[in-house]
């Protein structure tokens, strides 16, 4: 995929920027986190904001596909385009996953994560249903992306395991927080059960056409629980 994206993708979209490059790393850790926060995609098991268990140990593939995008600043290829974190896939002949992943976090509950994004220089509303929205048309872009150029479709379609994934990290407001009342503490187990229900141990599969249509699955996860590549 690294080469595909720098000769057939470029290629495809008529794309004339030199020196462009793939940011990539590889694993075969039993457990390990990926981050968009870090240098380094590929982070110490619960350290990042999603989780994977890889039991199986498969050779896994990440490539920063923000950071490829980011690269064609400028060009109008580039200009407005959606995009998610990053591409995960193993190498191996098996070629069972290839995720295509996309972080975000919210404070307090996950309730916070469907909350309206609003432009704050004229109070336009962007996404009406919030980060669940926006990650949606961030992962399904994508996908329009790479499916649209017929090296990169016939690359992605030898997989038997294709994921559209969103992962999420609930975090404190402040790291001096006071120790919560009795009903804070109520209110924060309700919605740790809702978020349960929502996500499961490895991600709740739902309906999202634009991915579903395009011969992916849609999953959302919480770093709470842990992804199988089992």
Known sequence: MNKLLTT?????????????SIKSETTTEVK?????????????????NVSFSNSAQRQMMVIHYE????QLAGTSFEKGRKRCDFLLY??????????????????KTVSNLSKPIIRKKNGQILFKGGKYEKVE??????????????KCKQFIEQYSHKICLMSYLIKEDSPNKEVPSKAQSVFSSRYKKIESRETGENGAILACPAINSQ??????ISHEY????A
């Open 137 to 150: 048309l961030q992962l399904s872009e994508t996908l329009n992306t790479l499916l649209s150029v017929p």
């Open 8 to 20: 057939a993708l470029t290629s495809f979209y008529n794309i004339k920027r030199g020196g462009v």
């Open 90 to 107: 193993e190498t191996s002949q098996e070629k069972k996953y290839i995720i295509l992943n996309e972080q975000t976090s919210t404070l």
């Open 215 to 220: 011969g992916f699955e849609y999953r959302r």
């Open 32 to 48: 390990f986190d990926l981050s968009d926060e870090s240098p380094m995609a590929i982070v110490s098991y619960r350290a990042g």
């Open 226 to 229: 842990t992804f199988s590549l």
């Open 67 to 70: 950071n490829f995008l980011n």
